[in-house]
T-cell receptor
């Protein structure tokens, strides 16, 4: 079993749709959690950190459920520009900044 | 502008050759990382360094070597011992610790001919 697992998709949705991605992690000692966005053939960039209380940034909402060891990302009112691969990232809490990346979920938003 | 640079963007290598990928950052970050990404997969950690003159193996270090002689530089050598080196290589840096964002360079695409 992988340390961080994501539904690979692809998710194909129309503009304006709401889409949710889930990510599960196996290390219960994990301390910090992130969603990164990666465009085709580009480097990943931070989309948002994920806090225990949940956090929202515009159309994006991230949630963390420590008891069930999963993280979610909700995108509302999808735009064409949201088309990308979304990577779930988990840090183990060793203070080395070592991150474990999921394989990513691919989203395509269509007109 | 602060950031991370990687060179070259594309690199072609013959089997049996060693190649060195460059990574430079001017963010004054202590920690630097090398990842490998294969098509349809996430990033896998090759090596990381938390401080100058110190580095640790990641999950897939075999066939790779690094050095960290300067804070701003963390070059990666792909040796002939790496059996399947064709991949997208990404360098990243962070202020350290587990709660900080990792900043990535634009990557190097290595192809073995």
């Amino acid at each position: 079993r992988k340390e961080v697992e994501q539904d690979p998709g692809p998710f194909n949705v129309p503009e304006g749709a709401t889409v949710a991605f889930n990510c599960t992690y196996s290390n219960s000692a994990s301390q910090s959690f992130f969603w990164y966005r990666q465009d085709c053939r580009k480097e990943p960039k931070l989309l948002m950190s994920v806090y225990s209380s949940g956090n929202e940034d515009g159309r994006f909402t991230a949630q963390l459920n420590r008891a069930s060891q999963y993280i979610s990302l909700l995108i509302r009112d999808s735009k064409l520009s949201d088309s990308a691969t979304y990577l779930c990232v988990v840090n183990a809490g060793t203070n080395a900044g070592k991150s474990t990346f999921g394989d990513g979920t691919t989203l395509t938003v269509k007109p | 502008d602060g950031g991370i640079t990687q060179s070259p963007k594309y690199l072609f290598r013959k089997e049996g050759q060693n190649v060195t990928l460059s990574c430079e950052q001017n963010l004054n970050h202590d920690a630097m990382y090398w990842y490998r990404q294969d098509p349809g997969q996430g990033l896998r950690l090759i090596y990381y360094s938390q401080i100058v003159n110190d580095f640790q193996k990641g999950d897939i270090a075999e066939g790779y070597s690094v050095s960290r002689e300067k804070k701003e530089s963390f070059p990666l050598t792909v040796t002939s011992a790496q059996k399947n080196p064709t991949a997208f290589y990404l360098c990243a840096s962070t202020d350290g610790g587990d709660y900080n964002e990792q900043f990535f360079g634009p990557g190097t695409r290595l192809t073995v001919l």
